[in-house]
């Protein structure tokens, strides 16, 4: 159990532009949950995937955003045309069904 | 819609001390109940969970957590705070129905002082 992997674990970008982030999951979990959290608060639900589907997303989730799954493994979480209020902690999370999910340690994203 | 409060924000304790942090959740059947703690800058480690059964439930560090229905609280409790507990603590609900989608709590922040 090699743990939830995130990468990159910082990442500063100017307003407007593209940002993509990874999510290595525990290799044995099915499923792999995307969440935001900002300063103080708790963090928020955005997509969950079973496998390869994503079978839920939040309102949270604009436009902007889309999250890929492609084999089932890895996931990857992108934002288009970032905007300030997109800066916060995302975390990324997997599971064994509904057993309890393993943190990543998140990836920081400040806009300037 | 269910839903996570825990009503204190920060709670300070002297080293030794016991603790016991505050959870209530609003959902309409049982739920499976977790506690998280999160260091500065790190992701969310699992104290403890519950799913069903007995309702007081042992985590990692000495934590333990009680189920109450009647109140719908699953409050955190530990005996005697060490100084290496200094951290955010989350409560978070989670539900079958939707892929055990997690709601959590605002946290409460916790500092321990010699």
């Known amino acids: 159990d090699t743990g939830v992997s995130q990468n990159p674990r910082h990442k500063i970008t100017k307003r407007g532009q593209n940002v993509t982030f990874r999510c290595d999951p525990i290799?044995?979990?099915?499923?792999l949950y995307w969440y935001r959290q900002t300063l103080g608060q708790g963090p928020e639900f955005l997509t969950y995937f079973q496998n390869e589907a994503q079978l839920e997303k939040s309102r949270l989730l604009s436009d902007r955003f889309s999250a890929e799954r492609p084999k089932g493994s890895f996931s990857t979480l992108e934002i288009q045309r970032t905007e300030q209020g997109d800066s916060a902690m995302y975390l990324c999370?997997?599971?064994?069904?509904?057993?309890?999910?393993?943190f990543g340690d998140g990836t920081r994203l400040s806009i300037l | 819609a269910q839903s996570v409060t825990q009503p204190d924000i920060h709670i300070t304790v002297s080293e030794g001390a016991s603790l016991e942090l505050r959870c209530n959740y609003s959902?309409?059947?049982?739920?499976?109940l977790f506690w998280y703690v999160q260091s500065p800058g790190q992701g969310l480690q699992l104290l403890l969970k519950y799913f069903s059964g007995d309702t007081l439930v042992q985590g990692i560090k000495g934590f333990e957590a009680e189920f109450k229905r009647s109140q719908s609280s699953f409050n955190l409790r530990k005996p005697s705070v060490h100084w290496s507990d200094a951290a955010e603590y989350f409560c978070?609900?989670?539900?079958?129905?939707?892929?055990?989608?997690?709601?959590f709590g605002t946290g409460t922040s916790l500092t321990v002082i010699p």
């Open positions: 999370a997997s599971s064994l069904n509904i057993q309890p999910q393993h």
């Open positions: 978070a609900v989670g539900t079958a129905n939707t892929g055990n989608q997690f709601y």
């Open positions: 290799s044995e979990h099915n499923r």
């Open positions: 959902y309409g059947a049982t739920p499976y």
